[in-house]
Structure formats: structure tokens, C-alpha cells
């Protein structure tokens, strides 16, 4: 990826959605507990905002220090996103480091008892860059990121996976959308992304 700044969203599954006060109380608890640190990410988490007001924005914010998430109403689909901003870089794995920690905080939402029923599919991801003077809203950034970006998302989200770049304004971010028919548990294309980190990690 020619940029760090990454930010992905992935989809919550329709009517799973619980009150953002559930989910603002449930990440006041990782920030007491470090529930993010104690399960191989090196994430410091410092506060949670309430953006509810705000109009298909985020609605929920978690304030890291290496990164940020979010319950995310843009595009008037609800999921979680995450924003990276300081966390360690993972060389050849970038894309790949992001995608897993996002999908490792969506596995540890499911299984909080205070967002019960909040459940995440794999069917798609969506991928911006916030970084238009490393990588501008151009086919010349696809072209150089394309392999990466093509090779992460389908081991990650299964065979058949479908990878397009979303041409459109250059005053945008940079995006990518995947989307996938094979219908991976999440857990199973969290282990996928750890191993493709930890062979980065020793090459």
C-alpha cells in the first residue's frame, strides 16, 4: 500500500444493530479492561465519544492512540470501521494488519453480552485511503496497489472474491470496494489475515 492511512468498514447484518448506549458502554469496558491488547493487538484505547446526532456519520467513536473505531452509519448502512493512524507498520502486510484488527474488534463485539446479536458479515469491506497526496483518487494508485489490495481481500474474504476500484471525484479518498459470495465465518477470515501478518513478520 503506498499509504498507512488506511480506513475500512465492515458490514453489520441488517436489524443487528443495538442502541449506541449499548455500545458506548461496551467499549468504556475494553478501555478499563484492554480487551483490544489482551488479544494480540497492540492497541491503547483512550475515550468514547457519542456522535448519535450526527446524521449517517459515526455514531459511536472509539478513540485509540494506533488507531480509531467506529459504529459507522455512512452510506445509511450501519458496521464498524476502523481508521489507522499509529499503529506499527507491518511490512509487504499493511492491508492486512488493518483488516485484522478491525475484524478481530467485530469478533469481540459479537461475543460482548452488552451488544448481543450484533453480527458482522464478510460479504463485503470497503476500503478508502485518506491520504490524496500519497495516494490520490487515480487509476495510477490502483495499478500500484492493486495486487496487494486483490490478494489480501480474497484470501481474507474466500474465493471469488470481486475487487473494484470506485472511480470517482479526485477531491474523494481513494476507494475500494470487495465484495464476496463465499460467506467465510468471521473468525475463520480473522485467523486467514493473522497468518498472512505473522508470515510477513518472519520473511
Do not use: C, Q
Not at 487515480?138 to 473494484?164: C, H, N, P, Q, Y
Amino acid at each position: 500500500m503506498l499509504s498507512p492511512r488506511i480506513f475500512l468498514k465492515l458490514y453489520a447484518e441488517p436489524g443487528a444493530v443495538p442502541p449506541h448506549a449499548k455500545v458506548l458502554e461496551a467499549w468504556h469496558g475494553w478501555i478499563k479492561n484492554g480487551s483490544l491488547a489482551s488479544r494480540g493487538a497492540s492497541e491503547v484505547l483512550v475515550d468514547v465519544v457519542d456522535y448519535g446526532h450526527v446524521h449517517h456519520g459515526p455514531a459511536v467513536l472509539l478513540v485509540g492512540h494506533e488507531s480509531d473505531y467506529a459504529l459507522d452509519e455512512s452510506e445509511g448502512r450501519p458496521g464498524l470501521s476502523f481508521t489507522r493512524k499509529r499503529a506499527a507498520d507491518v511490512p509487504g502486510a499493511r492491508l492486512a494488519d488493518s483488516m485484522a484488527r478491525l475484524f478481530r474488534a467485530a469478533k469481540l463485539l459479537e461475543a460482548d453480552p452488552l451488544t448481543a446479536g450484533l453480527r458482522f458479515g464478510t460479504g463485503e469491506i470497503l476500503l478508502r485511503v485518506l491520504d490524496r497526496l500519497n495516494a490520490p483518487n487515480t487509476r495510477g494508485t490502483w495499478e500500484a496497489d492493486r495486487d496487494e489490495i486483490v490478494s489480501v481481500m480474497t484470501e481474507a474474504l474466500g474465493k471469488g472474491t470481486e475487487v473494484v476500484y470506485v472511480e470517482g471525484d479526485p477531491r474523494e479518498p481513494f476507494t475500494v470496494r470487495a465484495r464476496s459470495r463465499a460467506g467465510r465465518p468471521l473468525a475463520e477470515a480473522l485467523d486467514t489475515l493473522n497468518s498472512l501478518v505473522a508470515r510477513a513478520g518472519n520473511t
